[in-house]
């Protein structure tokens, strides 16, 4: 795997944000779990965010990737955590591993539900595979990082009935996205999806990028 700078950039983000600060549990709907506990799992994210910038500095192979990743999941005792809990942790995976381009999906399945039902997740996925007919890539308007919306089913003549304001996983910037017309089943990637901003109130970008930097300033 060559090296990539906007990797390491977005891990050094990764590593700098506050995870686990109190905006991002009530972002969750959530109440922040116990001090103690979020240190211990910034620490955890830091210290597997720093080995995979070292691997990927190293040129390391996807395996050896998925690898310090699978080290750093072996690490969280999953008693410890309750439901919300565990289910922040296996978010912030997948957000690390979507940086490196790595599928952690069956492994976190695994962690969070057992190897039962992991397993049945995998024969379900393999019976019925979801299949993207195109990605639509824009960069946040902030941080750079690639945001990706997957198309899943099309069919003409269906308008474009507004513009998606999202949230990027990676620094929590409003982004307005425009995904066009004959689109019938889309999938959201790496973003937050926030709410739609019709596009019989915002005719045009113009005025939607009015609307955004409103909201941006008001709901701070």
């Known amino acids: 795997m060559h090296?990539?700078?906007?990797?390491i950039d977005r891990l050094v983000?990764?590593?700098?944000?506050?995870?686990?600060?109190?905006?991002?549990?009530?972002?969750?709907?959530?109440?922040?779990s116990r001090s103690e506990l979020c240190e211990q799992l910034n620490g955890l994210f830091n210290s597997c965010a720093d080995n995979l910038i070292d691997a990927v500095n190293a040129n390391a192979t996807a395996k050896q990737l998925k690898a310090v990743l699978k080290k750093a999941l072996s690490t969280c005792n999953k008693?410890?955590?309750?439901?919300?809990e565990k289910e922040f942790i296996g978010d912030l995976f997948l957000e690390l591993a979507a940086i490196i381009h790595i599928d952690f999906t069956s492994n976190l399945n695994k962690w969070l539900y057992g190897p039962v039902l992991a397993t049945l997740f995998k024969i379900k996925n393999?019976?019925?595979?979801?299949k993207i007919i195109k990605t639509i890539q824009h960069p946040c308007t902030n941080c750079g990082t690639t945001l990706e919306t997957y198309i899943m089913r099309k069919e003409l003549g269906i308008p474009e009935y507004g513009w998606y304001l999202v949230r990027c996983n990676n620094c929590k910037e409003l982004n307005l996205l425009a995904c066009g017309p004959d689109i019938k089943e889309i999938k959201f990637g790496n973003y937050e999806y926030v709410e739609t901003l019709n596009k019989t109130d915002y005719t045009s970008y113009e005025q939607a990028v009015v609307r955004l930097e409103q909201i941006k300033f008001f709901r701070k």
Do not use: I, V
């Open 3 to 7: 090296f990539n700078q906007s990797q």
């Open 13 to 32: 983000a990764f590593k700098q944000k506050d995870k686990f600060s109190a905006k991002a549990w009530n972002d969750r709907g959530l109440h922040p």
């Open 79 to 84: 008693p410890d955590y309750d439901t919300e």
């Open 126 to 130: 393999a019976l019925n595979p979801e």
